[in-house]
């Protein structure tokens, strides 16, 4: 990736892209946000992008010595096509492509004040942004990590789906054989699925023999007549064939999906070895093949961040505090942006704690001076975002050893004395017109103040 050149002496050009489905709106604006040519529409066919193509190529014979900035909203899938294209023709034509925050263009066009929302005003909207914020475009090039980003998708998509089958057979089974569902606290075991496959409902299982239910893998004589003597005395409100079909078939569809994403995770995981950051991530413990390919999709580059802080607001998990005269809001994980990063972030936190020893010792001492879990679960999120981006800043292996010396020696480290630099002008004014509140805060700051400096064998000024 590549930041825009400000110091390019060619001319400027930008084309807005409002991408629908089906279809897409452009316009072109020149840097004082002037129309330079009207506004039209082309289909997502491959003569639309071909007109696209043979529109561009007008316009730079028309305007020589120019360059064209490119850009268009993420619209979850739909701008793909076009900005694919567009890339490719960067080796032929003097254009650039970006794809836009839909956020930051929104509240671009806010302070337009326009009161109509149209398809070309959008395109022009696009292209606004990127004349009025050129330092926060970053344009593509061809995307290395594009097919492991559909893969991964596609495997996330398979996982959805499982989860949304299994609940919907919990439901089911809950009337028909509630007693089984004992053995499914942890989830529900593959023998269970093959049970209920066979013998989908508590009538059916009571009759069952013992010696053919044992033939289930896993399943033990002992354990097949546990499972027949609980069928037996089973309490069970339902039993008729349409809820017996509806197991069968649920279950059916449960095991073909589990094998799929299975396979799904072995191509997966092939086309990982190519990629060290992935081999990098999987040096923590915690992090699997799949969280890792989650986590660097969304990194994508960790020199797209130039500190720490800057990745945690990505990823949302920067502390959200608002203080403004005598208001004063709590301050919480803000949470903003894309729940999927956060999501991957809080299954390798959970994972970590229970087998990562370093991680272990951060939640059990946040535990100790009284946070409360879920805090603590955030505490260590951020805590493991921090090491990622060292390991990946840095290139090297997760290293416990080096979070320890860091934190022994923040602890070590004077504190120094804390002044309020927004008081630098004029040191604080008793006689104030401020409210009751702020007054009180004043004096505890000033208290404060006092005795810090008292520490410090610095007597502290009087007002008089």
Known sequence: MFYLDKGDKMKNYYLGIDVSKGYADFVFLDSD?????????????????????????????????SQIHVAAESTGGYENNWLNNLT??????????????????????????????????????????????????????????????????????????????????????????????SYCRDGMPKWVLKVLEKYPTAKKLARAKYKAVAKIPYVTEDRARE???????????????????????????????????????????????????????????????????????????????????????????????????????KVRMSKKGRKEPRHILFMVTLAAI?????????????????????AAVGYCMHKILRIIYGMLKNNKPFDPDIDRKNRQREKTRKKSVVTNKKRCHQDLDPHAPVSRRQNKKRKEWEMSQSSDAAKCGIVSPTHN
């Open 88 to 181: 490719r023709w960067q080796d032929q034509l003097p254009i650039k492509v970006a794809r836009l925050n839909p956020l930051g263009v929104s509240a671009n066009s806010k302070a337009d004040l326009y009161r109509n929302i149209t398809d070309s005003l959008s395109a022009k909207n696009v292209a606004e942004y990127m004349i009025s914020h050129r330092e926060k475009v970053c344009f593509l090039e061809e995307d290395p990590l594009y097919g492991l980003k559909r893969q991964w998708k596609f495997v996330r998509l398979l996982t959805k789906q499982s989860t949304q089958l299994f609940n919907q057979l919990e439901s089911l089974v809950y009337t028909t054989n509630p007693e089984i569902l």
């Open 33 to 65: 946000k002037n129309k330079v040519e009207p506004h039209f529409q082309l289909d997502d066919t491959f003569l639309g992008h071909n007109a696209l193509y043979h529109r561009i190529c007008a316009f730079v014979k028309n305007h020589p010595d």
């Open 354 to 374: 229970g087998c990562n020893p370093l991680i272990q010792e951060i939640y059990e001492e946040r535990l100790d001076k009284g946070m409360a879990k879920m």
């Open 227 to 329: 499972l027949i003597a609980r069928a037996k005395k089973s309490i069970a409100s339902t039993q008729d064939s349409v809820m017996e079909h509806l197991i069968m078939a649920t279950v059916q569809q449960l095991l073909h999906l589990n094998k799929t994403i299975l396979d799904q995770n072995k191509v997966l995981e092939k086309q990982c070895p190519t990629i060290s950051e992935i081999e990098l991530l999987r040096s923590f413990k915690g992090i699997s093949t799949f969280s890792a390919v989650g986590l660097m999709l969304e990194i994508q580059s960790v020199t797209r961040f130039s500190t720490v802080k800057k990745l945690a607001a990505h990823f949302g998990l920067h502390p959200e505090v608002k203080i403004s005269g005598d208001g004063i809001k």
